[in-house]
């Protein structure tokens, strides 16, 4: 009997979140790195202890917040450190910004300020070419799957998620999105996205975060790059001419 009435309860948990497919998703954050590849001893000794600060899982929380069709990612504000330690996080949540993701239009859209500019970074979901795999693994409760994006600039580097198909949501960390259930865990460069908490009631205030950029730059990943190019050797020109 107590069988049966769990099996109940889960189901109808599933259909619930199927059916009011809106939340809030708190991952924390940690770094991973591969030493082997860097051949100077002095270069991975220093780097070694960077990572080794900030590969334990750091304070600061991301936040996705989602509903059926849209969702919303960024870094939660966290308390200032008094050490001097180097933290790759912080620095990550920085340079973040705000990644807005509308699952009709496929739209992706970075919103960040740089150079004391506010852009609009626009791609799509269409790059998104996932290799849905079969290898399982349970992550908590949830049975999740690997799937595996390869990147287009550098063959050997790719993207990780470990998606939850009984999770309903097509979304997940850094505007990758439209796997076939919410990402648990995100393997992306040197970072490692892990679902922390997740709330399916998602509060008004929250909900109305969820909308795309009024204000900004509007550019491709493309352009924001040449942009930035530019900007940074006009940066780089003025501090070296300071020094002289």
Request: aromatic share 10%; hydrophobic share 35%.
């Amino acid at each position: 009997m107590r069988v049966i009435l769990l099996t109940i309860f889960l189901i109808s948990s599933t259909l619930c979140f199927s059916q009011n497919n809106k939340g809030v998703a708190i991952y924390t954050v940690k770094t991973n790195y591969a030493f082997n590849e860097i051949d100077k001893v002095e270069q991975k000794e220093v780097l070694k202890r960077i990572f080794e600060e900030s590969g334990k899982e750091s304070s600061i929380n991301f936040k996705l917040i989602f509903n059926n069709e849209k969702s919303v990612f960024f870094a939660e504000k966290a308390l200032n450190r008094n050490d001097n330690k180097v933290d790759l996080v912080s620095i990550k949540a920085k340079i973040l910004g705000k990644i807005f993701v509308n699952l009709e239009t496929k739209e992706i859209i970075q919103h960040k300020e740089k150079f004391g500019e506010t852009f609009n970074i626009n791609s799509s979901l269409n790059e998104h070419e996932w290799i849905l795999t079969k290898e399982q693994l349970k992550i908590g409760k949830y049975s999740c799957y690997k799937a595996i994006l390869k990147s287009k600039k550098d063959k050997k580097s790719e993207t990780i998620a470990w998606y939850a198909p009984e999770l309903a949501s097509r979304v997940g960390p850094l505007g990758y999105c439209g796997l076939p259930g919410l990402v648990i865990i995100l393997k992306d460069d040197i970072f490692i996205y892990s679902l922390k908490e997740i709330i399916f009631n998602l509060p008004k205030q929250d909900d109305k975060t969820i909308h795309r950029p009024k204000t900004g730059m509007e550019v491709s990943i493309k352009e924001y790059d040449s942009i930035y190019k530019i900007m940074r050797e006009k940066k780089d020109k003025l501090e070296r001419e300071s020094y002289n």
